[in-house]
């Protein structure tokens, strides 16, 4: 190992040395005046109460305004009355099945709308604008 590089310890004790050589120069009036102007700026840079309370409330009010947000893309359901019965899934007039509310299934309509849809009839009337 090379002795000039002594991995710092040298030059920590030689900087102890010379703190320790500066402090014995200053007069016992300067440290009672340094002393005093710590303990000042301790006591300025300490309110951290008023601040506490700010910063707690802040966080308080963001969090209630984060779960007011998340409840509302909450899915819905819709609220059905006690006292009324929920329609069973039933057929209705032998080939439509309603649904829980009551609406013919999609696939369950009259084929002669499909047979329309396909005919070359309809296509002329889907074409037209609805000015």
């Not at 102890?16 to 500066?22: M, S």
């Not at 329609?87 to 309603?98: F, K, L, N, R, T």
């Not at 369950?108 to 329309?116: A, G, I, K």
């Amino acid at each position: 190992m090379n002795p000039a590089h002594d991995n710092g310890h040298d030059v920590d004790r030689q900087a102890r040395r010379l703190h320790q050589a500066a402090l014995a120069q200053v007069s016992p009036q300067t440290l009672m005046r340094l002393r005093g102007a710590r303990h000042e700026a301790g006591l300025q840079a300490s309110p951290g109460r008023g601040r506490t309370w700010r910063w707690l409330t802040a966080t308080a009010f963001s969090a209630v305004l984060a779960v007011g947000i998340g409840l509302q893309w909450l899915p819905r359901t819709p609220a059905v009355p006690a006292s009324t019965p929920v329609a069973a899934a039933v057929p209705s007039d032998g080939d439509a099945i309603a649904d829980e509310l009551g609406v013919a299934g999609t696939f369950d309509e009259d084929p002669d709308l499909y047979l329309w849809l396909a005919s070359a009839e309809a296509q002329p009337l889907a074409m037209e604008s609805t000015r």
